[in-house]
């Protein structure tokens, strides 16, 4: 590969800081695997790979990484073989820290455990359980402080709480919480915090970092306002312009320069306040030279730049110091106790994940500062001797998407670094244009404190920018620097889009065929007017047309067009070194969020014949299937609960007609009794008796027998389920239920069957998950998923597209980033932008702190105090400059057309909306226009407005054009449309219309010849004696338990194992025969099952006396998570026994350092030929299917981990040692999965195995 010379520069320097900033497309990882491996293999002075410390954002990237530079390392080892370095690396690579920060904290910890307060056993929370827990917390917390009964509590509930109770309160404090959190020392944040709000000064606040951010922004507005009058006021002196237009623009000037000299608020305000008289008459003189157009405009100029100076009295100016300090001080006791509590729920929050074990990333991320720094009485940080210890085995540190890490991440790498020696050897890359994380806390600023302190010339604090792109073609690079060049500045994006931003080409397409040549590979921007100002005939036709719906279907026709044959676009395709007509899979249709619109995309390109898969994490719970599951556990948990009871009966599980339910419900409503069981459960109890008392009226003689007996299998069915939820574990009685329903059957046959087979896998998958958290139970495990939609933490249905398939991807912007498309459609550009966060009675900024409403209870009055105006526009800049970025990394994912629409109903107005910026003369757009942008769309019209282009749009639409020219900046390679609802109805309306008539035509068709007829008949017989010839694939299981392999690995004849293997699924859903069913309840596998909950259940470190087994089993029966009569049906001397035993006492000591872990789920895919050969054959090699299955128990010793798997099965004790050898053989391949699961989930080596048989009473070694 041929390297520019910025690329060289960044692959050879050695031993100082490098800051890379990568524009898109710009190579930068293969540069960072080359710098990598250039270093580990120089010839003089190799580094080893493993003293390279590489911090990735994702894991995905790591990996890749890893994997390059695997295949390289192999690569030369090939062409020399005996080069010992590079079999040194090779060997060193699986070791080589190449991970993501989160992944280098966890290792700091683990290794320096003993200087934390930190239990070595903790374990990562899983994500539903954190904010179950958050929740638990928070409630205590608010019940504590009710009971506390403290007036600045109360006065912070009343004055913030929204409607009737305390809603919105505990998001505040965790919001809070949240935001402290996000800096290295959370408790000296909330104090400075909670010290700012004490401090009620005139100087105080002249000197708060939010009063700093409301005079630069006074001062930026006034000073791009100055500018525009002087462009009006040469306008006016243009031939034909208004001449004595010019003194009211020079006095309109002079208030904005009263602005720009205003240092303090008091002089600002003085100006703003007095902004009602300021203003001059608009002069009414009447000429004939001047031209009439032009005077129109100016004086709508006037008229606009007037009101923005009104815009910014009515934001900036709220009366005098002393008003704006009596609303800060009214507020200021409501909002320390916020923050008060805010640091109580973080202690608490604390002590709570203490308690269980738990900690979440942010906590790895604290502890591993703790680990690496001091701090000291000025705030700033130290590396402790962990560190520079550390710091010796790293030689270079390098920071893969730079821009996207934040303050704790920022000190711990330079703790490990050493730049506190003089030696800097910190190489980070990245592009700040491409920080799209501000959502967890990412600080791009870091990256520009870097980028604005460094030099280019050769220094130990060294910068390089990459600006070449070697993904897109120049269309798609112009059009990108086109609108950036335009919207992106240091105010807004948080950096100057100037020549070094600029992308420059550096990918070099081969010449265009002459079958190609001269088509357009202009970028396309439609726009799509969803308006209602048409004739009342066409209107009625539209009006069910959405947006959202509108613009999908023009996406579908424009793909139709794209992928045509014949005319289609030509894609360049390197593997046949030529062009070919696009495909489906060439084409991604890029969202800024897919809720609420992805679905509609892939219903509408599915109508159009376009086959469509859409990348989602929403959908999942409200998927019907799932939901019926959900209602059906609610049902268990508590079946009082009369709408999941109503789901679950009119559901497939319980086939109730609505007819029934009336039925059912009407008779026992009448009539009810006041200690009769209520709602639809009751009526179901009493719809079952078989008579009725004497006096209490009423019957159910309308419920026939049939109807009853439905009923009677129904009300069985629930009890069943409920029963087995006191000891099932929660999987097993999602299978059970499964079962006795066949409800998977049912799915199956219904339209889009695999898909909801794979969602209900996915709920036990779910299931599995949650039951390795510290919760447990039907009622919890309820909670657990209804928490999950509360705080929208979805999964997103579960996907069974394939990347590799013909199809047209739908995803969102966030997701796109780091890949790249032949063909982007970016939908969605008029969407609203989110600004949530701007909105509320109480604002929370990461740096500038808090600011609220003033709240006057007693009067009932509420008014916005300066700080909070403050906060709202800082907080929509950083939105919008967030969304600037997300907009860059949209538009450079393609590589060689890229496809803008966006739906807008006020379309008209808006294209005429910013016609004043043509008289703009500077390469940036005004600030203050682009920050008042409301979508993606606005920004383009605006950019647009100085093209060349645009003046035929306007054409397009009957609109004429400005009559000032405008200041002509580069071009954009463009086309762009306006599209009307019309047509694309009528086009729709003639497809469906020839769809019919083709139907007509089938409908009339008489028949065929009989020489057509007997070679038709000849191809049916063809396709229906057809043999599929992989039918292995087809009976296939989707997944397998360990004991079911273990079975297929008994089986002694090749033809039992593929019994076994194609029904295992079969084989669990035939019912028992009757007298079966009627054995004793605890016998066989039963029995089996009973031994493994009580062990599961009882302590480890239960006295090993006969009677003190009994009492701790006695109690678990109580407490209902044993059936009653459990100790009765089994044999607990043997359990005695077993606790008595070496391995039983080495067991309960596992239980008392906490290493202990019983029941431990878990799920792994396996490669189908590992399985059985034949799968193989099949086509199935590639194939991963899922091993599940349950470890019994394993703990943890200095030195590994021991398995132990419990067996109940009858042996007889004189079989000697070689039926002890055919015993540990039955169950060999079972425990063989257990330890490469356990061994994959842990990353620790299991040194033991044992089965413990309490038919021999021994624990014997595997």
Same mark, same amino acid.
């Given at each position: ?30 540069v ?6 250039s ?23 790591a ?8 295949k390289?390392?192999?690569g ?11 079999k ?14 989160d992944?280098f ?11 934390l ?11 539903g ?34 409607g009737?109770g ?11 919480y ?19 709000l ?15 951010? #409301?005079?630069?922004?006074?001062? *930026?507005? $006034? !000073? ?5 009058y002087? /462009?009006? @006021? +040469?306008?006016? &002196? ?32 003085e ?5 009602k ?18 005077k129109?405009?100016?004086?709508a100029?006037?008229?606009e ?13 709220l ?15 409501? #909002?320390?106790?916020?923050?008060? *509590?805010? $640091? !109580? ?6 002590? /709570?994940? @203490? +308690?269980?074990? &738990? ?27 962990a560190?520079?210890?550390?710091s ?7 920071i ?8 704790i991440q ?12 003089g030696?800097?050897?910190i190489?980070?890359v ?19 404190e ?12 060294q ?55 001269g ?11 969803s ?15 959405q947006?959202?719906?509108?613009e ?85 948990d ?16 319980g ?20 200690k ?6 009751g009526?179901?109890?009493?719809c079952?008796?078989?008579t ?14 049939e ?34 329903t ?9 339209p889009?069957?695999r ?7 996915m709920?036990?998958?779910r ?16 909670r ?47 969407k ?18 808090i ?19 403050v ?8 939105n ?14 393609a590589?060689?057309?890229?496809i ?5 109903r ?5 294209l005429t ?21 409301s ?41 762009v449309?306006?599209?009307?609802v ?6 729709e ?17 008489d028949?065929?010849?009989?020489e ?17 010839p ?7 299981p ?15 004849g ?16 035939r ?15 039963a ?6 909950r ?26 209902g998570l ?17 606790l ?21 789920q ?6 189908a030929?590992?399985?059985?050969p034949?799968?193989e ?52 391949t ?7 699961a356990?061994?994959q ?22």
């Amino acid at each position: 590969m041929e390297w520019t010379n910025e690329q060289k520069q960044i692959i050879g320097l050695r031993n100082r800081n490098i800051l890379v900033a990568a524009a898109a497309g710009s190579g930068k990882t293969a540069v960072l695997v080359e710098r990598i491996l250039s270093m580990i293999t120089d010839e003089d002075h190799p580094v080893d790979i493993d003293r390279l410390l590489v911090v990735t954002f994702t894991n995905a990237a790591a990996g890749q990484m890893k994997e390059r530079i695997a295949k390289r390392l192999s690569g030369r080892l090939e062409e020399e073989p005996d080069d010992r370095n590079l079999k040194r690396q090779e060997d060193l690579l699986p070791h080589a820290k190449i991970m993501t920060i989160d992944s280098f904290c966890l290792y700091v910890v683990r290794n320096y455990f003993s200087s934390l307060d930190l239990d070595p056993d903790f374990r990562i929370g899983d994500e539903g359980e954190l904010k179950l827990l958050r929740e638990d917390v928070m409630k205590t917390l608010l019940e504590r402080k009710y009971e506390e009964a403290a007036p600045e509590f109360f006065r912070f509930v009343e004055s913030y709480a929204e409607g009737k109770g305390d809603g919105g309160i505990p998001e505040y404090i965790e919001k809070l919480y949240q935001f402290a959190s996000a800096y290295p020392n959370p408790d000296r944040q909330l104090k400075q915090w909670k010290g700012q709000l004490e401090a009620g000064s005139a100087e105080a606040v002249r000197s708060a970092g939010w009063m700093e951010c #409301l005079m630069d922004e006074i001062h *930026l507005e $006034a !000073e791009e306002l100055a500018a525009r009058y002087t /462009a009006a @006021r +040469e306008a006016c &002196l243009e031939p034909g312009g208004p001449y004595y237009y010019e003194d009211m623009f020079r006095s309109d000037e002079q208030i904005v320069k009263g602005l720009l000299s205003a240092r303090t608020y008091e002089e600002a305000a003085e100006i703003l306040s007095g902004l009602k008289t300021a203003f001059v008459r608009k002069p009414s003189k009447r000429d004939p030279a001047v031209d009439d157009e032009k005077k129109a405009f100016l004086s709508a100029l006037r008229d606009e730049m007037k009101k923005a100076l009104q815009d910014m009295a009515k934001q900036y100016y709220l009366g005098s110091m002393e008003q704006v300090l009596s609303d800060i001080r009214g507020c200021s006791g409501p #909002l320390c106790e916020l923050v008060d *509590l805010a $640091a !109580e729920f973080g202690e608490d929050y604390s002590a /709570a994940k @203490r +308690e269980k074990n &738990l900690v979440d990333f942010g906590d790895i991320e604290h502890f591993a500062l703790e680990v690496l720094t001091e701090e000291g009485p000025d705030g700033k940080f130290f590396p402790t001797e962990a560190a520079v210890e550390m710091s010796r085995s790293f030689y270079e540190i390098m920071i893969d998407e730079y821009q996207d890490s934040n303050r704790i991440q920022e000190e711990i790498l330079r703790s490990v670094s050493r730049e506190r020696d003089g030696r800097p050897n910190i190489f980070m890359v990245g592009d700040v244009k491409q920080s799209i994380y501000k959502f967890r806390q990412a600080r791009p600023e870091l990256f520009m404190e870097k980028y604005e302190a460094y030099t280019v010339e050769d220094s130990l604090y060294q910068k390089i920018d990459l600006h070449r792109n070697f993904r897109s073609r120049v269309e798609v690079l112009s059009t990108v620097n086109f609108f950036f060049s335009q919207l992106m500045e240091k105010k807004l994006g948080g950096i100057a889009y100037d020549e070094d931003a600029a992308l420059v080409p550096g990918r070099g397409f081969p010449k265009e065929p002459e079958e190609v040549e001269g088509e357009s590979r202009k970028t396309e921007i439609i726009f799509l007017d969803s308006g209602k100002d048409r004739d009342k005939e066409a209107d009625a036709k539209l009006a069910e047309y959405q947006a959202k719906e509108l613009e999908a279907k023009a996406v579908a026709k424009r793909i139709r067009e794209l992928t045509d044959p014949v005319s289609g676009y030509k894609v360049y395709d390197g593997q046949i070194g030529g062009c070919r007509t696009a495909r489906y899979g060439d084409i991604v249709i890029l969202l800024r969020t897919v809720t609420g619109w992805a679905e509609v995309f892939v219903d509408s390109l599915m109508e159009a014949g376009i086959p469509a898969y859409a990348q989602s994490r929403t959908g999942y719970f409200t998927a019907r299937e799932v939901q019926c599951v959900l209602h059906l556990l609610r049902v268990i948990d508590n079946p009082m609960q009369d709408i999941p009871m109503a789901a679950v009966m009119k559901s497939p599980i319980g086939g109730f007609t609505s007819e029934e339910l009336a039925l059912i419900t009407a008779d026992f409503r009448a009539d009810i009794t006041p200690k009769e069981t209520r709602g639809l459960y009751g009526a179901v109890k009493r719809c079952l008796e078989e008579t009725r008392a004497e006096g209490q009226g009423g019957s159910y003689a309308m419920v026939s027998e049939e109807l009853r007996g439905k009923v009677r299998r129904f009300y069985n069915m629930i009890c069943d389920f409920r029963g087995k939820a006191v000891y099932m574990r929660l999987h097993q009685l999602l299978r059970y239920i499964l079962e006795k329903t066949e409800y998977e059957y049912i799915l199956a046959a219904s339209p889009g069957g695999r898909l909801r087979l794979a969602n209900i896998e996915m709920l036990i998958k779910r299931a599995v998950d949650y039951e390795n958290t510290s919760y447990r139970g039907v009622f919890q495990f309820v909670r657990y998923i209804e928490n999950l939609q509360k705080y929208s933490v979805d999964f997103g249905e579960a996907s069974l597209a394939g990347e590799q398939e013909d199809t047209v991807r739908i995803t969102s912007i966030h997701k796109s980033k780091g890949l790249e498309y032949p063909i982007v459609i970016l939908a969605g550009a008029g969407k609203l932008f989110n600004q949530g966060d701007a909105k509320g009675k109480i604002l929370l900024h990461p740096d500038l702190g808090i600011a609220a409403d003033y709240i006057d209870t007693e009067r009932r009055l509420k008014a916005a105090t300066l700080p909070k105006k403050v906060f709202q526009r800082q907080l929509r800049l950083e939105n919008l400059g967030e969304e600037l970025r997300v907009l860059y990394v949209a538009l450079t994912r393609a590589e060689e057309k890229l496809i803008i629409t966006g739906t807008d109903r006020y379309l008209e107005t808006k294209l005429t909306k910013w016609n004043s910026l043509r008289l703009e003369k500077g390469r940036e757009l005004p600030y203050q226009e682009v920050s008042r942008a409301s979508s993606y769309l606005d920004w383009m019209l605006m950019a647009l407005v100085r093209s060349r282009i645009y003046g035929g749009v306007l054409s397009e639409r009957g609109i004429t054009p400005p009559v000032f020219h405008p200041v002509y900046g580069e071009e954009i390679p463009a086309a762009v449309h306006v599209e009307s609802v019309e047509t694309l109805v009528y086009h729709e309306v003639e497809k469906q219309a020839s769809g019919e008539l083709f139907k007509e035509r089938l409908m009339d068709w008489d028949g065929l010849r009989d020489e057509d007829e007997k070679a038709l008949s000849g191809r049916i017989a063809d396709q229906l004696s057809y043999v599929y010839p992989y039918l292995a694939a087809v009976s296939a299981p989707r997944k397998f338990t360990v004991s079911q392999l273990k079975e297929i690995g008994m089986a002694e004849g090749e033809e039992e194992a593929v019994r076994l293997l194609e029904n295992q699924d079969r084989d669990a859903d035939r019912k028992r025969p009757a007298f079966l069913e009627k054995e004793e309840e605890l016998s066989g596998a039963a029995r089996g099952t009973a031994y493994h909950r009580v062990l599961e259940l009882l302590p480890m470190t239960t006295e090993a006396k006969k009677e003190s087994v009994e009492e701790a089993v006695r109690i678990l029966e109580k407490q209902g998570l044993l059936p009653f009569g459990t100790g009765e049906r089994l044999n607990l001397r043997k359990i005695t026994r077993f606790l008595d035993s070496p391995l039983g006492h080495r067991m309960a000591e596992g239980e008392r350092r906490g290493t202990l872990r019983k029941e431990q789920q878990f799920v792994m895919g396996m490669p189908a030929a590992r399985i059985r050969p034949e799968y193989e054959e099949a086509g199935l090699s590639e194939e991963r299917m899922l091993i599940q299955g349950i470890i019994d128990a394993w703990f943890e010793e200095d030195d590994g981990l021991v398995l132990v798997d419990y067996k109940t099965d009858k042996v007889d004790k004189m079989v000697g040692e070689a039926g002890v050898r055919r015993f540990l053989e039955r169950y060999r391949t079972q425990v063989d999965y257990y330890q490469e699961a356990l061994e994959q989930n842990t990353g620790k080596r299991v040194k033991e195995r044992y089965l413990y048989s309490f038919s021999l009473e021994r624990a014997i070694p595997l």
